[in-house]
């Protein structure tokens, strides 16, 4: 298991060696971003998409051991269950429940999740530097709302409300985390989105709703938008969904997802190879890998 400079970070010479599990993998997108990135740096190695079925999950975890994997990133849908194939999980990725950036030092396998701290990134770099004191409704209380509403209250917003399709799963988003920031939830009828969005500075949106095929759909009428605010969505395909389109028409900046898939791979970059992402090349791979 273990190799001679203790870690599996490769030695001079030796292929970096990287991939993507998930069911099904041939659409993601990582392997043509990271592989941008090795370029960059003149990293000898690969990261390869590796189609993984839910009953081989555990033998492929450990296959990273054995091929000496430098780490892997984990994709729909093995991000929970991959936790239980672990040597050790990040404080963070634990309280959101998921990874999706397995490390493999030396055989020891940590799990982080750095979708909801590359979303963080991505907004303050695009959108609004500075997100302490900031009201923002957050749409949805799934996977990925847990992920960027954890990353967010570490910013310390003034008010964070959680708007759900089920109101009882966005309490309980609610309370679980009602000790990190001020936090409240509320349903998707139309006069509870009214009330919430009329006090938003950032309204974002992590449910499904508005994705390809689904694109003529939005999770929130454009007339409950207020003028000149900010409107995230973590849908990039397509790049600009209705939501963003008719925020940009009410004076809104928008903040679309491929950024947030941009810097969790950047994360994940950083962690493997110890070096600052080249995220700008990252995000060019990506936009011409879709043809834009
Ligand atoms: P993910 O991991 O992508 O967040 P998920 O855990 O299945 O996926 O969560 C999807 C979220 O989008 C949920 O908040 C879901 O609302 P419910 O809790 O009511 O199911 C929300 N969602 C999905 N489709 C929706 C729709 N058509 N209208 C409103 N909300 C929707």
Not at 50 to 79: D, M, Q, S
Not at 218 to 230: C, K, N, R, Y
Request: net charge negative.
């Amino acid at each position: 298991m273990g190799k001679e400079n203790g870690s599996s970070r490769p030695l001079e010479g030796e292929q970096l060696l990287l991939g993507v599990m998930g069911d099904p993998i041939r659409q993601s997108k990582s392997p043509v971003m990271h592989n941008a990135a090795m370029q960059e740096f003149g990293l000898a190695g690969s990261y390869v998409p590796l189609h993984v079925k839910g009953e081989n999950l555990e033998a492929a975890v450990e296959g990273i051991r054995a091929l000496g994997f430098r780490g892997v990133n984990v994709t729909v849908p093995h991000k929970v269950n991959v936790m239980a194939c672990l040597d050790a999980i990040d404080a963070d990725a634990k309280a959101v429940g998921a990874v999706n950036t397995i490390v493999n030092d030396g055989g020891f396998l940590t799990g982080y999740n750095t979708d909801g701290i590359g979303y963080i990134r991505s907004l303050k770099e695009e959108a609004v530097p500075d997100l302490s004191g900031s009201r923002v409704l957050v749409l949805g209380a799934g996977g990925a709302a847990r992920g960027i509403v954890h990353a967010l209250l570490k910013e310390k917003p003034a008010e964070v409300i959680i708007a759900n399709r089920t109101l009882e799963n966005a309490h309980k988003l609610a309370q679980e985390w009602a000790g990190l920031g001020k936090i409240t939830a509320c349903g998707t009828d139309s006069e509870s989105l009214r009330v919430s969005a009329a006090k938003a500075d950032i309204i974002i949106n992590t449910t499904s709703v508005g994705m390809f095929p689904d694109s003529g759909a939005s999770p929130l009428d454009a007339s409950l938008i207020p003028e000149g605010i900010v409107v995230s969505d973590l849908i990039y395909n397509p790049l600009k969904t209705r939501l963003l389109q008719e925020a940009e028409a009410r004076n809104c900046r928008i903040h679309g997802g491929l950024g947030m898939f941009v810097y969790q791979g950047a994360y994940a970059f950083e962690f493997w190879t110890g070096r600052q992402a080249p995220a700008e090349t990252m995000r060019q791979a990506v936009l011409a890998a879709f043809g834009v």
